[in-house]
């Protein structure tokens, strides 16, 4: 960063934030609107179920309420998801926190303080209200933006990639509240014709010299700055020539163009600086994902330990060798490890080369087509949670003779080892399964499992374990 700003520019540029109305992709007032919705309604279900059962508003209730308020506020952003995206939200979030309160009321012994009735009822109207908050605030967003007054006008600087990225998701963020009018730039029309055609959604206002005098004559309140970090003059000059107005100005870096793993804002000894490839597992999030790992793979295993012990004692009957087959993989930071598996092959795919199975393959046993199939041959792999090798749910371990191959091919291979490898991941349950015979398809794992980093959270985790049961039962990529 220093290399392309001297420290007197970079600071000032650095220093600036998108408006949280972009960031959300909401106005503030709905952004208000969806933060007290879902905690209003399991509240006011509660309260009017009580009231209905008992005639009377006792005070335990009212502490309930206060104590589900607590866990539900801030309410999620919906307004834009698809109705299957809507649902599992919902269920997700109610499932829970309701299982936290019935662990707590069974643990405090105070359960038997609410009517039962009122309860049962409770744990279905819940979500059913939240659902039906959620699809009347769909109907009602655009009438409370026009209440909410006219749009922020806004303008971008630089009719280049990531100005077009920028005004593409203006556009598509319907809630904003922004109405982009277009774009200022000094470049000709020939360059201008080489950059993404969704910026002719929006018209080339006028040259940078004709910024402030437009500004100010059409009360703009929104300037996105979207040019080169390395054309310094023509970003003083700007900065200079705006000072004459009352506008906010948001500075979009062109690194913001490649691609951003875990992209944030951060502070190195009191220096702003941003990070372009990171870990989604830092502080909180990360002892939340080792919790999360313990109790998941501890659970697990103790379910199926009985299966296991099945297992190994019918691949000791179907082929002479020992039971497990371990193999070195890539850990957490490129950090070799031993990974380890139900044999299912008729010998160890060890050695200097290290062949994938194919379909049809000959050294896969009659039992171990079988655990393939059904990735029961992956059980033993949770061992390695344990062991905090491994992460219940995240990018697959490839062989090490495998990593060395594909990281001089595949651009951003590596980045994946910047989380623990998992048992399951994002790509598997996407159909990036089996055998990777060809460039494209193991660049299409690559690119499932960045996006998983990019996206993190306990919510995509639990979806990933629900592919994955429904794919141990049906899954034709496995062999």
Excluded at 343 to 371: C, F, V
């Amino acid at each position: 960063m220093s290399e392309m700003n001297p420290p007197h520019v970079a600071a000032p540029l650095l220093q600036a934030r998108q408006p949280q109305v972009l960031a959300w992709g909401r106005s503030p007032v709905l952004g208000g609107l969806e933060a007290a919705l879902e905690p209003l309604a399991a509240v006011c279900t509660l309260w009017a179920l009580a009231w209905w059962q008992e005639g009377a508003l006792r005070p335990a209730y009212l502490v309930l309420g206060l104590i589900v308020f607590s866990l539900a506020f801030p309410g999620s952003s919906q307004l834009r998801s698809s109705s299957g995206q809507l649902l599992f939200n919902l269920g997700w979030g109610w499932a829970w926190r309701s299982a936290l309160l019935l662990l707590m009321g069974l643990s405090t012994q105070l359960l038997g303080v609410f009517s039962a009735p009122v309860l049962l009822h409770w744990l279905w109207l819940a979500p059913v209200a939240q659902l039906g908050a959620h699809l009347l605030l769909r109907r009602a967003a655009p009438r409370l933006l026009k209440w909410q007054g006219p749009l922020s006008r806004a303008v971008i600087v630089g009719f280049n990639a990531q100005g077009a990225s920028l005004a593409e998701r203006l556009r598509d963020a319907s809630y904003s509240g922004i109405e982009l009018l277009g774009f200022f730039d000094d470049r000709s029309a020939e360059r201008r014709s080489q950059i993404p055609g969704q910026t002719l959604n929006h018209p080339l206002i006028g040259g940078l010299q004709e910024l402030s005098a437009y500004v100010k004559t059409h009360r703009v309140q929104l300037i996105y700055l979207s040019l080169p970090m390395a054309s310094r003059p023509r970003i003083l000059a700007v900065l200079d020539a705006l000072k004459d107005t009352t506008a906010s100005i948001y500075f979009v870096p062109d690194m913001l163009i490649t691609d951003l793993i875990q992209g944030r804002s951060d502070t190195v000894c009191g220096v702003t600086v941003l990070s372009v490839c990171d870990t989604p597992f830092r502080g909180s999030a990360g002892w939340l994902k080792r919790l999360s790992d313990v109790l998941l793979a501890s659970v697990i295993l103790l379910l199926v330990l009985p299966v296991m012990l099945i297992i190994a004692l019918l691949i000791k009957l179907d082929s002479p060798g020992p039971v497990f087959f371990s193999q070195r993989r890539y850990g957490l930071d490129g950090q070799q490890i031993w990974v380890y598996k139900f044999r299912s092959m008729a010998q160890s795919a060890g050695g200097t080369h290290i062949a994938q199975a194919k379909r049809g393959d000959p050294r896969i046993t009659r039992l171990g087509a079988l655990l393939r199939r059904t990735s029961l041959d992956e059980l033993p792999q949770f061992f390695n949670v344990l062991q905090g090798r491994m992460s219940v749910v995240g990018p697959r371990p490839h062989a090490v003779e495998h990593n060395e191959l594909y990281r001089q091919l595949i651009k951003g291979y590596m980045v994946r080892h910047k989380v623990r490898p998992g048992v399951t991941g994002w790509a598997q349950v996407n159909g990036q399964r089996g055998e990777t015979d060809t460039l494209d398809k193991m660049q299409a794992r690559i690119d499932f499992d960045l996006d998983y980093l990019r996206h993190w959270s306990l919510r995509l985790d639990f979806l990933i374990i629900l592919k994955t049961i429904r794919l141990v039962f049906k899954d034709s990529q496995a062999y």
